[in-house]
């Protein structure tokens, strides 16, 4: 149908069938093949030619394809369109490449950060992502050509400079399912990542909830000057406190009471970059997200969450890592 879309890798032989199968007189059958943008029987060609599989079929092959190739393709047989289809000669993009300008910029500062990747064909799709949100709308994009015809891409956007955001920029050519990505953070700030984001815990059991904090070594704060937080939020959406440390000792005055006495935190751990939760006593009840988050006086910094399933102890008592 005219909606079909064929592709292939470069310098390869492609096939494409034609049914002829209505033709009453197959031998005064004329089957041609037309690209839409020069109308060239495509049959007269060096590198394409036709022949008949069967009496049903012809066959329309392309030897040693190239980017020019690219196009919309129409099978006529005695002057009679039987089939349309697009054809990619696909390349695959290569060596993405981020930097950012001026090199050392503070908070505040309006930097403008680019993303170009090596050549390849045809136009991919381009995202850019700022603290996981899309800002591909506020980005300039632009496309050329090569002298063999390859797309070259180049891509930047201008930001405000914010602590500990991260840039990042892809680059897909979806025919070949080709994707390029990297990132960039152009002023360090703290991290949070929970790397396990499944964890399944055993009823009666305790479980470790995996929190990694980094703080990069130029940056002022100090832990003393954070507050660490654990948040269980069930399948309503409602968030209840399961444990707090903050200015250096733990704070439960609002902790949920569901979990007093079962959660507990290492100040140790911290010195070690690590604010895992350790819940003991697990039970069904405790299922649901659990957010740790970071935050300065009144000012949340980041957050992670990972989920928390409970099972029996004939369960498979391994942490499940997605």
């Known amino acids: 149908g ?20 209505q033709c009453t007189d197959w031998t005064s059958a004329m089957v041609t093949v037309t690209r839409t943008c020069d109308l ?70 309006h930097i403008q950060i680019t993303c170009q990747a090596g050549t390849g064909f045809p136009k991919p799709l381009v995202q850019w992502l700022a603290a996981g949100n899309d800002i591909t709308h506020k980005a300039n994009i632009m496309m050329g050509n090569s002298i063999d015809h390859k797309i070259l891409v180049r891509t930047s956007v201008m930001v405000k400079a914010k602590r500990g955001v991260r840039y990042t920029c892809s680059i897909w050519n979806k025919y070949i399912e080709n994707l390029l990505v990297d990132w960039v953070v152009p002023v360090p700030g703290i991290t949070v990542q929970t790397p396990i984001k499944d964890i399944l815990g055993i009823r009666g059991k305790s479980v470790l909830l995996i929190c990694d904090i980094d703080i990069p070594s130029n940056d002022p704060v100090t832990i003393a000057e954070l507050g660490f937080y654990w948040v ?26 569901m979990f007093a006495g079962r959660a507990s935190l290492s100040w140790e751990n911290f010195l070690r970059g690590s604010a895992d939760l350790k819940l003991a006593n697990v039970s069904i009840d405790d299922m649901g997200d659990y957010i740790c988050r970071v935050k300065k006086v009144l000012h949340g910094i980041c957050g992670e969450v990972v989920f928390l399933f409970c099972g029996f102890q004939l369960a498979l008592s391994v942490r499940v890592v997605v």
């Open 2 to 21: 005219d909606g079909t879309i064929l592709f292939s890798d470069l310098t390869v032989s492609m096939t494409v069938p034609c049914g002829v199968k």
């Open 40 to 109: 060239l029987d495509l049959f007269r060609q060096p590198r394409l030619h036709g022949s008949f599989l069967n009496s049903t079929v012809s066959i329309l092959n392309i030897d040693s394809t190239a980017i020019e190739d690219t196009g919309k393709y129409i099978c006529y047989v005695n002057g009679i369109k039987r089939r349309a289809f697009t054809f990619f000669v696909c390349v695959p993009f290569s060596k993405i490449v981020m930097g950012f300008e001026p090199e050392k910029p503070v908070e505040g500062d």
């Open 232 to 257: 269980n939020r069930d399948l309503n959406m409602t968030e209840r406190l399961a444990y707090s440390f903050v200015n250096e000792k733990q704070h439960l005055e609002e902790q949920d009471p």
